[in-house]
């Protein structure tokens, strides 16, 4: 008769016992791998909202429900995070137990030789003229310089020495193990206590560490945005060198840059691969582009816009798009859309229509489209800055401006003045206390994950018995896996035992072959 | 700084040559099959010896040895296998010639688009194909590592052909040595392992079949001409696991070198999602084989899904999701 609790305690045991048993770990690391998938397949929001909003409005139905099931965020769904949290449960319930068993076991003294050879898969035996004592003594020491675990035993007329070797496999299997949670532990200190962020610097501009500065900013979960290390930068020069096929050879960017708040004075050049270390954190270059110069002004020669803005390069010849929103030309009149492009080196193709031929800005143009209307800033809809949602505009034409150029009057007899164009860059601040926790964990899982694969544990046994005319020896040995590979280790240090025992030696024919292979 | 046309012309004819030699090969191993007697395998009977005092896995493997050395094999199929696998390393050597000439017309590492990456590879399967022929009688494999070899690299020099060029910039560092080598080492042992796995999952289910006639020990009789499904599944096993750290090394090198180049050691990237996914279905294989109940096919088609997913990370990821990862011109 079981009560009620005892057996809602044998339950639990027993679902304790399931979740860390190792078919429960495969289906889980399957699982796992599974579950990844839609990661890759599906915009992320953490890598590209953008993208994600895109895909949203082409599908909506679609992409309301997997927006509903978190496949935007994959990584950070609370099904992937169950999995992989009940992944590390059944991991550490795995190990402690395998743990406590390998410590015992790295105490324990190798097994008594078996009763008879006769089941061991490796196995030679010779007689000599030494007696059994003298024959564990010499195979004992030999064993021991090839730093094999040895146990003599008996003594008088039967003699015997037990060896081990091969303890690494498990230690390297728990190293592998305990590693990889070390890994996930590093991950989750540079997810509390680190920081990352993404802003465009342009040419002539600084840039200083705060959130305000970010266009895009991950701060760690512990720290929030307020508390970023001080430091400015200021980009001054971008070079991108290009082959005459237009291929990028090179980016380079002259910075200046100070730790803390005061004017930046030390010089540096920040190169894709090549970041630069400031405060505690790193800049990197991941990105560059052109921006044009636009000024907008109305009728009466006011200025309404007058900024150097960023356009986003679309093809590798740098043909660049953007956008000037102007939503206050005058009290009751229209808004003022414009969507262009930025050409470096322009020209017409056979076909009539504008291209650009390379990356180098030898001949610059920018050729606009301009819409009257609503913007639509006031609508609610998520707004990107490199996109005009024409749904409340019409176009009221377009056409190309060399620099210096100013177009004729759009709507509401504004116009654009094409000043000029500055290069920008997009850089990456970063910091990652957890990183240095996670390569080490790596590599560790790395050393635990080659010695598991290749070290085997192995037993071998020397007995000696007295016996008329001589002392019979035996050799026999056994591995849990690679046989084969054994079996020549095997070969070798029967040989190698062999050789110590002087006298007559008798040795089968048919051991002395493998010896030698 | 241009690529040399005339270097690069010659790395072009190397690897024609180098199919060319593949697909000999493989035509004179299919012959082997086809033609010949069974492969040594099994305890064939040793001459002079009494088997009695030595384990059964090992006889296999030795008696395997003794009948390869002391004329187990004869006969007309046997000289073209022979013939195969010296042209092969025939293939082998100008595989090879033909990477050097690349890595020289451009003067950088000639793995630096997907069309040198695949060839690239493709010389790591068949240097892990012969340098497990050095080990073990494995020239049964012969056919079916120089298909798939021969596939990967017409789709290569076709589809993904790119001309002789420098490195895009994000390219140029190091790392490229480093991470890609591991990369591609572990690739082409892995597509070795993939290999021995469809064969063992065959020879499975024909055994499974057939299950009068006994694994081992069949003789004459017997029509089979692959070693016994456990063998198989023992080589597979052994390439696999020794791929797997290759490959765990290359996700880390990855990592530095992402730290390094975009300023996170880990985004989620495509390819690094894909990497990871490999990753863990390989690890689940390695369990597999040690877990009662999963052993045998269930494992072997693990492993053939993981060997999906790193085709799946190469090429899928390159070709039709876009991520950062996507410079290598086609």
Not at chain 1, 206 to 234: C, H, M, Q, S, V
Not at chain 2, 300 to 309: D, R, S, Y
Request: glycine residues 10%; charged residues 20%; proline residues 7%.
């Amino acid at each position: 008769m079981t009560s009620p609790r005892l057996s809602f305690r044998a339950s639990l045991r027993q679902a304790w016992r399931g979740l860390t048993s190792m078919r429960t770990a495969l289906v889980l690391l399957f699982l796992v791998a599974v579950a990844a998938v839609p990661g890759s397949i599906l915009p992320q929001r953490p890598l590209n909202p953008f993208a994600v909003d895109r895909y949203l409005a082409d599908h909506p139905t679609a992409g309301r429900l997997y927006d509903r099931l978190g496949f935007f965020d994959t990584f950070a769904a609370p099904w992937f995070v169950g999995l992989y949290a009940l992944l590390c449960v059944s991991l550490v319930g795995c190990l402690i137990p395998r743990i406590r068993l390998h410590l015992r076991a790295l105490r324990a003294q190798p097994p008594a030789p078996p009763h008879s050879f006769a089941r061991l898969p490796c196995r030679v035996s010779a007689v000599t003229a030494l007696s059994p004592d003298e024959v564990a003594a010499a195979a004992q020491r030999r064993l021991r310089t090839r730093r094999w675990r040895t146990r003599s035993r008996g003594g008088g007329s039967t003699a015997s020495v037990a060896a081990e070797k091969g303890y690494a496999r498990e230690t390297g299997n728990l190293v592998f193990h305990v590693s990889l949670l070390g890994v996930i532990a590093g991950v989750a200190v540079g997810a509390l206590f680190g920081y990352e962020g993404r802003a465009i610097v342009v040419e002539g501009t600084g840039f200083t560490n705060t959130a305000i500065a970010y266009d895009e900013l991950k701060p760690g979960r512990a720290r929030g945005a307020a508390d970023l290390p001080p430091f400015t930068l200021r980009l001054d020069e971008f070079e991108a060198v290009y082959a005459t096929d237009g291929q990028a050879r090179d980016f380079r960017a002259d910075v200046r840059y100070s730790p803390g708040l005061t004017e930046p004075d030390r010089r540096a050049t920040l190169r894709v691969n090549h970041p630069l270390s400031v405060a505690g954190s790193r800049v990197y270059l991941l990105a560059h582009g052109y921006a044009p110069h636009i000024v907008v002004r109305d009728k009466d020669g006011a200025v309404l816009y007058d900024s150097v803005t960023p356009f986003l390069p679309q093809d590798g010849s740098f043909l660049s798009t953007g956008v000037v929103k102007v939503p206050d030309v005058r009290p009751g009149l229209p808004q003022l859309g414009i969507r262009a492009a930025f050409l470096p080196t322009v020209d017409v193709a056979r076909d009539g229509r504008l291209r650009s031929t390379s990356p180098t800005p030898t001949a610059p143009a920018l050729t606009y489209e301009a819409f009257a209307g609503d913007l639509g800033l006031d609508s609610g809809r998520p707004q990107n800055v490199y996109e005009l949602d024409t749904r409340g505009l019409t176009s009221t034409g377009g056409g190309l401006l060399l620099p210096g150029e100013t177009s004729r009057p759009l709507a509401g007899g504004a116009t654009m003045t094409f000043v000029g164009f500055r290069e920008w860059v997009n850089l990456q601040v970063a910091r990652d206390p957890g990183q240095r926790v996670v390569l080490l964990a790596a590599v560790l899982a790395l050393a635990g994950v080659v010695t598991s694969l290749r070290v085997r544990r192995r037993r071998v046994w020397v007995r000696a018995t007295a016996a008329p005319g001589g002392t019979v020896v035996e050799i026999g040995g056994r591995s849990r896996r690679d046989a084969d590979a054994f079996a020549v280790e095997f070969g070798r240090l029967a040989a190698d035992l062999t050789k110590l025992l002087p006298g007559p030696v008798a040795v089968p024919a048919d051991a002395t072959e493998e010896m030698h292979p | 700084m241009t690529a040399d046309p005339d270097l690069a012309a010659a790395s072009d004819w190397l690897l024609f040559g180098a199919v060319l030699c593949y697909v000999v090969a493989m035509l004179g191993y299919a012959a082997e099959l086809a033609f010949g007697r069974r492969a040594p395998d099994g305890p064939a009977p040793i001459a002079g010896g009494s088997t009695d005092t030595l384990p059964a896995e090992w006889v296999s493997e030795r008696a395997a040895r003794r009948v390869a050395r002391h004329g187990g094999e004869r006969g007309w199929p046997t000289a073209v296998g022979k013939a195969a696998v010296a042209v092969t390393v025939l293939g082998w050597l100008l595989h090879n010639g033909s990477l050097v000439t690349r890595g020289l017309a451009v003067e950088r590492v000639p793995w630096g688009n997907m069309y040198e990456f695949s060839s690239a590879v493709c010389l790591a399967a068949v240097t892990a194909y012969l340098y497990l022929l050095t080990r073990q009688p494995v020239r049964y494999l012969g056919a079916f590592v120089m298909l798939p070899v021969v596939v990967y690299l017409g789709i290569a020099g076709t589809v993904l052909y790119a001309p002789a060029a420098p490195l895009v910039p994000a390219l140029n560092s190091y790392w490229i040595k480093i991470h890609v080598v591991a990369a591609m080492t572990s690739s082409g042992i892995f597509m070795l392992g993939f290999a021995v796995t469809l064969l063992y999952l065959a020879r499975e289910s024909w055994e499974r079949r057939h299950p009068e006639v006994p694994e081992v020990g069949a003789g004459a009789a017997s029509r089979v001409r692959f070693p016994a499904a456990s063998t198989l599944d023992t080589v597979a096993f052994r390439v696999n696991a020794f791929a797997f750290p290759i490959w765990t090394f290359a996700v880390i090198a990855g990592a530095v070198w992402a730290e390094a180049a975009w300023g996170r050691y880990w985004g989620w990237d495509p390819k690094e999602t894909w990497s990871f996914i490999t990753w863990v279905v390989y690890a689940g294989y390695l369990h597999a084989r040690a877990t009662a109940g999963w052993r045998g096919r269930r494992a072997a088609l693990i492993g053939v899904a993981g060997f999906t997913a790193l085709m799946i990370c190469y090429y899928a990821v390159n070709l039709w999701i876009s991520g950062l990862h996507s410079y290598a011109g086609v």
